[in-house]
């Protein structure tokens, strides 16, 4: 075994196998991949194979519809045989529901360059002959699915990487990681030591150990999962000798279950509701190629449903059940990337669907690793998604919810209820009183509405029960003032003698004087977003930034990737440290002025002024700055004393007819303003030309901050596509992102959020489009449930289009 390397991946399994390839092919072949025992001693090798397009992100769909196209560039490469069937398959609803659901995926699919066609129940049977189509209501027939032989999938990556140039180790197993002062791994082996500049942690079902040995927990959990195969049947036989295909396969999503052939019979797996973890706590190490005891019982309502839809099923004999333990993160998705705070250490673990991902994880890692970019969208996979707040006990909470949810549909306006609640500000209590309906966002509970005695959330692809209530609440701010808690968004200070030098390189807009505030666009090397934020000068305080909730973790990386070393700044996240209440309206300085004994008229404090002043008896640090696009405060406290800015906003707020108001007016209000948000609008695809930031951009400034050579070659050749607002002609049911656009007749671009605005009274969709038809008056449409709605382009907003209201 080599002494030194520049990367070291841990894990043999089709994840690692992966990494490894792909490093070799990018290049770097100085890579050795150590594994404990055999290649495929994890979940990989008793798994069934299945591999498919859709995912419920269209990103990692793309990622998914890549790894099913590598397989026949490794088999070629490698000389190893995959087994990959690509015989395609019918997704089947059982319900209206379901099949609204499945018409958006066929509509995403039209974007993204995933075949995909709504065919009839009868249809589905023709394609699928063991299906009985009375129990169906409509399907959808996917060419891309398929399935594979798992062990020689994982060989063929390690032998096609050997090819290359990297090495792989067996029997090797990996027991320590230490970090050398020089900042280089000490990657300690039953069989000496390798010293890396970078590790891989694709550990499959020791992740979480292999993450300890770095003081890492992972949010991942093993879960048992189970699938029969059937003796030979003779419907099989028939199908097989009358067409020379094999029977495609399926998913009854109602029935959750996938099925396809297996040699003459058939597999039927299942993600039942009474579902098990495995292992909760520490995995053995002596575990490799067992199965695990299966538990008939625990599957029976599924089969019971499977037997009725599929009736061959009741005439044949079950000839073997496996079990076995894959992980899972919360939210089903993988855990990629590198990790904050451990330079040179890289996860690729919580792999689900190995056959389906494992070819995407394994480029967006080495991209990373070797560019320093992914080099497409990868958030959803991102292993910076989860913060602390991502225990154990969470984690398991959640990978059970998720596991038993496998198959469910999730409505737009559905909030998944374990884990919950975790994370809440002080004011919690209060509005839960006043009926706040609550949501999640980075594991804090935030309103997203206040329902009236009796009222709950209706799930549905439709307007649904909160719709008059949302509009009140919109009404409350835009004719008198409302108030809204805005503790999720990501808060941080930044000082140091170097702090403002810093920022101007970090950020692309021009830094604001003392006492005010601005609008900050952060980009890549490559020019694209990585970041909005809003940042303010505090004076001798330093520097204070506002941004999206979800990426703290995601941009603390970002920023101490950056640090200088010598201390001459220093950022620190505020999280729970520090929590926030918004008022605005046109009544909003009223209720300010008669909380404050602070000067907060316009001459005193103009819009995008921040300073301290105290509220009631509370200090607080106030910024006239609002996202609903009306006059407005954000307002910044310590938690122990937002209970008492909150009730001094209120009882001042009683005269002028003050009301609360969640994310969903919220959403309705901005939506009146083309503001768009990070993680919808602003992604690390998009230019700020495209995204329409590039007023905020200080092209002419001094600093040469991050990306502004690419930035500028945007701004002079016009980059790709344009951010637009549309109304659509809807009638009761509005985007909720990833629709596809049409124009003339042709898919074109993409909704990234929209909604109704209550105010305007408009069905608004927010998208992209490429900058050639990025004027046009009319030619649009756009995609929802299965129906194209006339949309034109809104070029200026709805509401208050002057800015008159905000700056008044
Ligand atoms: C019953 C079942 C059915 C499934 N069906 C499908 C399917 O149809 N389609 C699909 O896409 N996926 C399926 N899966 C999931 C699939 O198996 C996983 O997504 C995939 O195997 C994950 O691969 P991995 O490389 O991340 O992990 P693993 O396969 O667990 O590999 C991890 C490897 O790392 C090694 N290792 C760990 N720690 C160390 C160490 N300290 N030192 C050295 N080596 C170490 C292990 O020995 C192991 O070989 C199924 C899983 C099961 C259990």
Do not use: H, M, Q
């Given at each position: 075994m080599k002494s030194h390397a520049k990367v070291v991946v841990i894990g043999g399994g089709v994840v690692g196998c992966s990494v490894l390839f792909h490093l070799a092919r990018h290049g770097w072949t100085d890579v050795v991949l150590l594994e404990r025992d055999e290649l495929t001693s994890g979940s990989t090798w008793h798994a069934a194979g299945g591999m498919h397009t859709i995912n419920g992100d269209p990103n990692v769909a793309k990622l998914q519809k890549y790894t099913i196209n590598l397989y026949k560039e490794i088999e070629e490469l490698s000389g190893q045989a995959t087994g990959v069937h690509l015989t395609g398959g019918v997704l089947l609803a059982a319900t209206e529901a379901r099949l609204d659901w499945l018409r958006g995926v066929v509509a995403k699919g039209r974007y993204l360059g995933i075949e995909l066609e709504e065919i009839s129940p009868n249809e589905a049977a023709e394609l699928m002959p063991l299906l009985d189509p009375k129990q169906f209501v409509g399907a959808v027939r996917n060419k891309e699915d398929g399935h594979l032989d798992p062990s020689g999938v994982t060989h063929a990556y390690a032998k096609a990487a050997r090819k290359l140039g990297a090495e792989v180790e067996r029997?090797?197993?990996?027991?320590d990681i230490v970090r050398r002062p020089d900042g280089l791994w000490r990657v300690i082996t039953n069989k000496g030591e390798v010293v890396a500049e970078h590790v891989v942690?694709?550990?499959?079902?020791?992740a979480r150990e292999v993450g300890r040995m770095v003081g890492l927990e992972l949010p991942v959990l093993a879960m048992e999962h189970m699938y029969l195969i059937t003796e030979d049947m003779p419907e099989v036989a028939a199908w097989n000798a009358k067409t020379g295909t094999e029977i495609i396969h399926a998913v009854d999503f109602d029935g959750e279950l996938y099925l396809r052939q297996e040699r003459g019979g058939m597999l039927m797996g299942t993600y039942e509701k009474a579902n098990k973890p495995w292992s909760e706590y520490q995995t053995p190490w002596n575990f490799g190629h067992e199965l695990l005891a299966p538990d008939i019982d625990r599957i029976a309502p599924s089969l019971e449903v499977g037997f009725r839809h599929f009736p061959a099923f009741q005439n044949t004999g079950i000839k073997q059940i496996i079990n076995g333990p894959f992980t899972f993160a919360p939210d089903g998705n993988p855990l990629v990337g590198p990790v904050r705070g451990l330079p040179g250490f890289w996860v690729a673990c919580g792999v689900m669907a190995g056959f389906s991902q494992g070819g995407g994880v394994g480029l967006a890692l080495s991209n990373w690793m070797?560019?320093?970019?992914?080099?497409?969208?990868i958030w959803a996979m991102d292993v910076a998604r989860y913060g602390d707040w991502a225990t154990m006990a969470y984690t398991n909470a959640k990978v059970r919810e998720n596991y038993s949810r496998r198959f469910s549909i999730r409505f737009p306006n559905e909030e998944l209820p374990a884990g919950r609640p975790l994370k809440t500000t002080p004011v919690y209590d209060l509005l839960s009183a006043k009926g706040a309906q609550w949501g999640v966002a980075y594991g804090l509970e935030v309103p997203l509405w206040y329902a009236p005695e009796g009222v709950k959330d209706e799930f549905s692809w439709r307007r649904s029960s909160d719709f008059t209530q949302v509009a009140k609440e919109v009404a409350t701010v835009r004719d008198g003032v409302g108030l809204s808690e805005i503790s999720s968004f990501a808060k941080y200070k930044v000082t140091g003698e170097g702090a403002a030098a810093w920022l101007d390189r970090m950020l692309a807009c021009k830094l604001p004087k003392p006492g005010r505030m601005t609008l900050a666009p952060m980009l890549k090397e490559d020019g694209r977003l990585i970041g909005d934020f809003t940042l303010a000068n505090l004076g001798s305080e330093g520097w204070f930034l506002a941004g999206s909730g979800i990426a703290e973790q995601y941009h603390m990386r970002w920023f101490e990737k950056h640090l200088p070393d010598d201390g001459s700044v220093r950022i620190e996240a505020l999280g729970a440290k520090l929590t926030g209440l918004s008022i605005a309206g046109p009544k909003a300085r009223d209720v300010l002025a008669k909380a404050t004994r602070s000067d907060v008229s316009n001459a005193a404090f103009s819009f995008m002024a921040i300073g301290r002043m105290d509220i009631g008896m509370a200090p607080c640090l106030v910024g006239?700055?609002?996202?609903?696009?009306?006059l407005g405060y954000e307002i910044w406290v310590a938690p122990e004393y937002q209970r008492a800015a909150y009730q001094a906003l209120m009882a001042a707020g009683g005269e002028f007819g003050i009301g609360l108001f969640g994310s969903r007016a919220l959403n309705a209000l901005r939506l009146d303003k083309n503001y768009g948000s990070w993680g919808r609008e602003y992604r690390p695809i998009y230019g700020p030309l495209e995204a329409g930031l590039d007023r905020f951009v200080a092209y002419g400034k001094d600093a040469d901050f991050i990306g502004k050579a690419a930035a500028l070659a945007e701004r002079r050749q016009g980059g790709k596509l344009r951010l637009r607002a549309f109304i659509v002609d809807a009638d009761d049911a509005d985007v909720i992102g990833d629709e596809p656009i049409w124009f003339d007749g042709a898919v074109r671009g993409w909704v990234t959020s929209g909604g109704y605005t209550h105010h305007s009274k408009k069905s608004v969709a927010v998208g992209y489009v490429p900058k050639e038809i990025a004027?046009?008056?009319?030619g649009f449409e756009i995609e929802l449930l299965g129906k194209r709605h006339a949309a034109r382009i809104q070029a200026v907003p709805l509401f208050d289009a002057n800015f008159e209201r905000m700056r008044a």
């Open positions: 029997f090797t197993k990996v027991e942690n694709a550990g499959g079902l020791w070797i560019e320093g970019d992914p080099g497409a969208d006239r700055v609002s996202y609903t696009g009306d004027d046009e008056s009319d």
